[in-house]
């Protein structure tokens, strides 16, 4: 199977292979190969599937078999997100496996900033800093963030100000 590893100081989407039963320790451990800054006591790591809010425990086998998966892993549990559009805030607290385009489809929804399909289509999520290219939708929030500082700051924008 292979593995698509994101991760806290893990530059973007690193892909390894194993044909053994994948347990979380197997996913922190590869993440390590990977820059990881796991530390001495995996205990603490938060590990998991990707868009899912159910932390792995360590032992716990994540996959057997040919299908492909999708982890990550961080120190920080969880990412308080602070969504910004047309000069309203909110914001929500989710694991940091959660992708970009699921946060996306977070703060355009009724219950976010209740942003039409057809309008939403026409947007990106970009760092709260103006000056940044617009995110990666199958990227992971936590690989944007650094423990100790657990929170990610996003705006949505019109992608035409980010076409060249």
């Not at 199977?1 to 994101?6: A, D, N, P, S, T």
């Not at 530059?11 to 053994?20: F, L, M, R």
């Not at 159910?54 to 990550?72: A, C, Q």
Request: with cysteine; net charge negative; aromatic share 4%.
């Amino acid at each position: 199977m292979r593995i698509f590893v994101q991760g806290e100081d893990i530059i973007g989407i690193q892909v390894t292979e194993s044909d053994q039963p994948l347990t979380g320790r197997h996913v922190v451990l590869e993440a390590v190969k990977f820059g990881f800054p796991a530390g001495d006591d995996l205990s603490v790591i938060w590990v998991g599937l990707e868009d899912s809010e159910k932390r792995l425990l360590l032992e716990e086998v994540v996959s057997v078999g040919d299908s492909d998966v999708r982890v990550h892993c961080h120190r920080c549990r969880e990412i308080t997100v602070t969504g910004h559009y047309n000069s309203k805030a909110i914001s929500k607290t989710l694991p940091p496996g959660t992708t970009i385009g699921r946060v996306k489809e977070w703060l355009t929804s009724r219950d976010s900033f209740d942003i039409a399909p057809i309008d939403a289509a026409d947007l990106v999520l970009v760092p709260c800093d103006d000056d940044a290219d617009p995110l990666v939708e199958n990227g992971h929030i936590g690989s944007l963030v650094h423990h100790p500082n657990c929170s990610l700051c996003v705006s949505l924008v019109p992608a035409d100000r980010h076409q060249g």
